[in-house]
């Protein structure tokens, strides 16, 4: 437990992609994805409590969730989960944290290191979490570094953005055995071509999302890259000390900032930007379709959530929401499709039409549906 | 109307070829699957209603549906709705009605007409389907003949029974415009060659299941082909006269009969049998599958009921059960399946398997699982 780190969990995602079992009022961070015990939400504060004290754990979440999360997540006090009043990407929703913990803990909080960490990943190994963030934040202090997160690929994949290194055989920390590189170049989602071309090289890794840094590093490279959001941190830290009722205000600073995200808006521009490499098992589980990773499969790879009776099936996957046990769901003869039900919505479509879900979400927004 | 005529109608079927809509304790004749206002039984009385008095209306249907059937139909007596203490198939069905209705009307009966009708199958023009009862009705009277009803195959069809008559261009009848002919035998099921072949043939009719004779004829016809359900008729007709109360006596002597239908047992042995030709749309609406077949379908071959979210569908059919309007059901990219979704259960499948809901429907019985 190091008293000088805070963390910062962004959990502000919408509910569109795990339609029928998520929704606006219940997005993925708030369900029982990759555990049947803990909400992703749930297992993203429990993975900080062992390194950082609670008082120093920040939610950051979309203002209509604040009521909800505040009722899951009852380890971390109810004043450090914050409702962000707009959506203003990555970088606003941290321009909005670090106006806090400035407020919070005044001068003293530049002197802290900083992890940022998503509310809804999935992270295998805990421990080995927990060694790269240490890694990460000391290797931040001592070189006034910008740090992220690398994880090996385990297949080509065209859903997230890459991070090539440069150094492979020179790194420039080994801190418990976690290897940090320079950052050549962010890569944006690539084409399945160039998927696999990364695939094939030791060069190039996932971008998992996370940040770590000292907060006054985080800030001079906001003033540098980001100058609007730096003037932002200042007038909104200012507001929350001296008059944190003022919610309007509050407000209409925020809503002035520019969507941006963090790698757009820092990580991508900074000449101080390193990739620690973590040997944890790590996916965003995007979808339906990757949900299926995760789950044991029978020996016609069918993946099944909740008991559903498969007669003739292959390489399936059937989720019946758990705790949901009135609803019986019977398939048969289907191959390489997704099943699933929820109290109130079913969705059916093949395996790789998963993305496609928002599509159906849109339409159901359309039609003006309750079960959104 | 015409005081002379009974009705019975077979109302025995079991739950399992529609679930999960359909249930043991709620089968197809009780769904709103032909009509959105009416179920299936209460169509086929509301069909009699005009050409049979009320009191002369029966409904024979398991012991275990007595109470929901009575519950449902309330414009013919209570007491017309008869419970079969066990299942003995539809000679059983037709053995046990008729002892009730000669305990009912004494032997006044034996004059009485008989048109012997189905709770489940879809009628499309109740006036022309009147219409071939009267002729039917009018020739087994004046003739002493046991009558059914054959029906124009619009598809060569696996799932029904076939009637192949004689005297295509001497009908012995014409009364209303509905021809007579001999029957010159009955056909089990075909396989698609057969079935092709009678298609192909003016000779070869759908044999709709239904009935039409005097109780005399009816009588007569058991006496000399099966003489145990003619005995049986006379023991139960005895006991439900003088000692209506006697649960296990009547009970034991009807699961003594002979478990055999209708058809096996009188219509294919008795020298007697003729064919009205009813020219009204039927079909027995066998499986999921079937009842596509009388769903409006939009440009894409899509069928649906209950408004479901249909995203590049091509010819499937979803069917979210009426009146539980809190599911919402969205199928993307989806071909040639089936997706049924009730209060509590949910079932997917291709088309051409609509038929195997019955092994779903065993594995659920093997697992006790309570959606049955």
Known sequence: MDNSIVGVIMAGGSGERFWPISRRMRPKQLLYLTSEKEMMLEEAVNRLLPLIPKEQIFIATGAHLLESVRKSITNIPPENILGEPAQRNTAGCLAFAVAHILARFGEAAKDMLMSVVTADHLIGDADRFR???????RFSQEE????????????PETGYGYIEITNLNQPLSDFQGIPIYNV?????????????????SRFYYWNSGMFFWRIST??????KHMPDHAQGIEGLSE???TNPGAEDEISNLFDSLPSISIDYGL????????????DFRWDDVGSWDSLCRFLPRDEKRNASVGDPVMIDCKNIMVYNEPGVDK????VIGMENVLVVTSEDGV???????????RKAVAEMKKRNLGQL
Chains 1, 2 share one sequence.
């Open 347 to 357: 969705l059916v479509c093949p395996k790789d039409r998963a993305q496609d879900v």
């Open 184 to 200: 050549n170049r962010f890569l944006e989602k690539p084409s399945l071509e160039d998927a696999e071309i990364y695939q094939a």
């Open 131 to 137: 060694d790269s963030m240490s890694a990460a934040l």
């Open 239 to 241: 507001l929350i000390k």
């Open 327 to 330: 609803m019986a769901i019977c």
């Open 218 to 223: 985080m800030l001079n490279g906001f003033k």
């Open 267 to 278: 990580m991508e521009k900074a000449d101080n930007v390193y990739v620690a490499l973590g």
């Open 144 to 155: 006034n570094a910008l740090l992220t997160i690398g994880v090996q690929p385990t297949r």
